[in-house]
């Protein structure tokens, strides 16, 4: 597979999870989306031009590539009117967003055959995220969907789908080339910092993060 190819498929999964999460929302998804968008543009308009790879400035840059969704996320989670659009997305719809982290896998153990990543990075290493994304069909159809799957059962999903994710996320940071590297130092984690897929954790990982923690927070309502 071609680099070109590869980015080009991680674009598309960028885009797919922004219409996946947007369609959570209801009548107000094209405005969610444009958001969400334009967002991503420009942090792929920043990292196009290698701002992100310079691994030996302090503070770290890629800061400025993670702490607004960081932001956004406490904003949405302690604020009255973050609060009231969280409450409005339908659970089941957002939970399709978890779907994406099958071809986001994939994509990841491509990067790391191109050498991009190390390969504790995938599901070949130390990576079990995929499991989230090949099991959410299920909880979709049969959790929110049937009611098959108590209440209880997809709370407990929803945790181990966060451990996952938090276990992948300190891999991937201790796996970047910076002073407190501590994985993957013959073959560092060099591709986050670079389009497109720096909007792995600009967009996509938050947009996960926040279903899971949506999930957590209100009682499912069958349909």
């Known amino acids: 597979m071609s680099p070109s190819f590869l980015a080009t498929c991680f674009a598309l999964i960028v885009g797919l999870t922004i219409e996946l999460f947007s369609r959570a929302a209801g009548k107000s998804d094209w405005r969610l989306w444009a958001g969400i968008f334009v967002y991503a543009l420009i942090q792929f308009a920043v990292a196009a031009t290698g701002f992100y790879e310079n691994t030996e400035a302090i503070p770290p840059r890629f ?7 960081i932001a ?11 609060k009231a659009f969280l409450n409005s997305l339908d659970l089941k719809k957002l939970t399709w967003v978890h779907v994406v982290r099958v071809p986001v896998e994939l994509v990841l153990y491509s ?37 098959m799957i ?12 966060l451990i996952l994710l938090i276990n992948i996320i300190a891999t991937a940071v201790l796996s970047v ?12 984690n060099v591709a986050v910092l670079q389009a497109p897929y720096n909007l792995l954790p600009a967009v996509i990982v938050p947009l996960v993060i926040v279903a899971h923690l ?3 927070s209100r009682k499912p309502a069958n349909k």
Not at 120 to 142: E, K, Q, R
């Open 63 to 69: 800061l400025l590539n993670v702490l607004p969704a």
């Open 150 to 161: 108590s209440p209880t059962l997809i709370k407990i999903w929803h945790i181990v789908g």
């Open 72 to 82: 956004l996320i406490i904003w949405l989670f302690t604020s009255e009117r973050g």
């Open 177 to 188: 080339p910076f002073s407190f590297q501590q994985f993957g130092f013959e073959q560092p």
């Open 111 to 147: 990067l790391f055959l191109q050498g991009s990543i190390p390969e504790i990075m995938t599901f070949s290493g130390n990576n079990f995220d995929i499991v989230m994304g090949l099991t959410a069909p299920a909880i979709i159809y049969f959790g929110y969907g049937k009611g």
């Open 214 to 216: 949506v999930g957590l």
